[in-house]
């Protein structure tokens, strides 16, 4: 993620880093990491309708930001996924839940982008159990009408900053309905903004699960251009942190160190400025489910961004390894019927204008 100017002279208490800003300006208007951030320039620039629609749904929202699809493509009309078993979470998602409901989000931004050329796009999900690809889509002429979702797919981001505190309208509500449930009982906010904060404690302070994002961590322009997946840490501020020593992967890998104990006061005002939240849930858990979790989810990021929202995934709690047990078990005492499965949690708010995030070329996954 890029800090907001705020949060970097938080983690250093506002002196050291104009120092460093102030050294050159060159230094300050060279940060943004082009290259990782080109995918998102190239989108809709192909002629094959099929690579037209993949370079928009490579831009989805996708779990740590792994990206885990390769694609294959089949004569002239279909496209074979698969989720890239290089790209796994173990400690924090042992069952490949999350990496499969971002395999959602990245068909039904597919589909949507097809339908803005006139294709409708059907879904075989799994068709060989889960020894074979994810899905295999085939692409069809449609005379159909485009999805209205589809202008806000280039503004869609996960907002990782505090919201403001106005609350969502009666109109934004009943829109955002049809794709998740929409929180905004002032009592049972109170309750989902402790539980969140909990289990966003028991990762970090799980040290398999903390240095699984540790690992994942892309310190500065040079790393994010060179491997645009997983955790970017850039911008100027960030790395006029980096050029003082302010900001290390060994100080976010110490919980004990100045850095990482500012970082975990960045994150307690940004969970606790929420206003609403918005949950899924489906009624089983099979592979299917968490596809079309995936697909509802892509459909209200979408939707909230249409509003002027901003969406931010807190799914910790619903994690599946022992330490996240008791609050795997709280989120689904409140936020799901017996025997559902809450797929995603979310905040949603107004919420402040946050870059694109890197993305590996189209041609980087195509196998």
Same mark, same amino acid.
């Given at each position: 993620?890029?800090?907001s100017r705020r949060k970097a002279l938080t983690l250093i208490g506002g002196g050291t880093i104009l120092a460093a800003g102030t050294a050159?300006?060159?230094f300050i208007g060279t940060r943004t990491p082009t290259k990782a951030i080109a995918p998102w320039d190239m989108a809709g620039s192909y002629a094959d309708p099929r690579k037209w629609a993949l370079s928009y749904a490579l831009l989805a929202p996708n779990a740590h930001n792994r990206q885990p699809w390769l694609i294959g493509l089949e004569g002239d009309d279909k496209v074979i996924l698969w989720r890239d078993t290089s790209r796994e979470l173990p400690e924090t998602d042992p069952y490949h839940?999350?990496?499969?409901?971002?395999?959602?989000?990245?068909?039904e931004q597919m589909r949507i982008a097809a !339908? #803005?050329? +006139?294709? %409708?796009?059907?879904?075989?999900i799994y068709p060989d159990g889960e020894t074979g690809p994810a899905a295999i889509a085939t692409f069809e002429p449609d005379t159909g009408t485009p999805d209205p979702l589809f202008t806000a797919i280039m503004d869609r981001r996960s907002c990782k900053e505090p919201f403001t505190d106005q609350p969502l309208s009666t109109t934004d509500i009943a829109t955002l309905q049809p794709y998740a449930d929409i929180i905004t009982e002032p009592a049972k906010v109170s309750a989902i903004k402790h539980l969140t904060w909990q289990a966003w404690l028991a990762e970090v302070n799980h040290h398999p699960t903390h240095m699984e994002s540790v690992d994942l961590?892309?310190?500065?322009? !040079? #790393?994010? +251009?060179? %491997?645009?997946?997983?955790?970017?840490?850039?911008g100027p501020f960030l790395e006029g942190l980096m050029l003082v020593g302010a900001l290390t992967r060994d100080q976010q890998a110490d919980i004990n160190s100045t850095?990482?104990?500012?970082?975990?006061?960045?994150?307690?005002?940004?969970?606790?400025?929420?206003?609403?939240?918005?949950?899924i849930t489906s009624a089983g858990n099979t592979?299917?489910?968490?596809?079309?979790a995936g697909r509802d989810w892509l459909r209200l990021n979408l939707a909230t961004t249409g509003l002027g929202l901003a969406l931010h995934p807190v799914s910790q709690a619903l994690q599946e390894y022992p330490q996240m047990a008791a609050h795997y078990d709280a989120a689904h005492?409140?936020?799901?019927?017996?025997?559902?499965?809450?797929?995603?949690?979310?905040?949603?708010?107004?919420g402040p204008t946050i870059p694109r995030t890197p993305r590996w070329p189209l041609e980087t996954r195509l196998i």
């Open positions: 993620m890029t800090l050159t300006a060159g839940r999350q990496l499969v409901i971002s395999l959602g989000c990245f068909l !339908a #803005e050329k +006139n294709i %409708n796009v059907s879904f075989d961590m892309r310190f500065g322009k !040079a #790393e994010i +251009n060179s %491997n645009p997946d997983g955790i970017d840490l850039g850095s990482f104990q500012q970082g975990v006061a960045i994150y307690d005002e940004m969970l606790h400025a929420t206003t609403a939240y918005a949950a592979r299917a489910d968490q596809i079309q005492l409140m936020l799901a019927a017996e025997g559902e499965t809450v797929q995603m949690l979310g905040r949603v708010g107004y």
